[in-house]
């Protein structure tokens, strides 16, 4: 989709259309879902993590401005959400939201809740290794690691989403693939032992 096809979508979802955000959003669930397992360990806690992110992004569309691409500024709604349940806060409960009064509410379409749940529950057996791998990773090299060689995103985009100076960007994306680079050597000790 090309800038001005997103900027589209964009204001029709801004203006309430549910269809258009659904649009905007089918490339980058899965990029959602890499990104919350960044942040956690448990496959349940990151898809509950991606849905909430989702949600928020949903929920806060009119404030996204123009100073940022539509991915960037819905990684950083994941980043918020993260550490917003990180600190104890509950980013739906200060919405007076629910998931499920969101999903039952009639706010997404029913295709789109089972194209979503499929999208959560797909795994394979490398998918898995990779990610026991990447949560040996320090959390504070994570993310960007993820957003950097798993998503693609520039150097510079992951500062604007960490809100870091590039140099740190770099810094700690080279500090992370060290620790990944090592995990993945040691291997999973569940699949040596052919678990």
Do not use: N
Request: with cysteine.
């Amino acid at each position: 989709m090309d800038a001005d096809e997103e900027r589209a979508l964009v204001r029709r979802a801004q203006r309430g259309d549910v269809s258009a955000f659904e649009a905007l959003i089918s490339d980058h669930v899965p990029s959602v879902r890499r990104l919350a397992r960044a942040f956690t360990s448990d496959r349940e806690d990151a898809a509950e993590l991606a849905q909430e992110a989702l949600l928020k992004a949903y929920l806060s569309l009119g404030r996204l401005g123009r100073r940022s691409s539509f991915s960037t500024w819905l990684y950083e709604v994941v980043r918020d959400v993260y550490l917003d349940h990180s600190r104890g806060l509950d980013g739906l409960r200060a919405a007076e939201l629910s998931p499920a009064a969101m999903l039952t509410g009639g706010r997404f379409s029913p295709c789109f809740e089972m194209w979503l749940a499929r999208q959560l529950l797909e795994r394979d057996e490398l998918q898995a290794f990779v990610w026991w791998a990447i949560q040996r990773v320090p959390a504070e090299l994570r993310a960007i690691l993820v957003l950097h060689d798993v998503e693609g995103l520039s150097r510079e985009e992951i500062a604007a989403v960490e809100k870091a100076p590039l140099d740190e960007v770099m810094e700690r994306l080279s500090r992370g693939r060290d620790h990944l680079r090592r995990a993945l050597a040691s291997g999973a000790p569940q699949l040596r032992s052919g678990a």
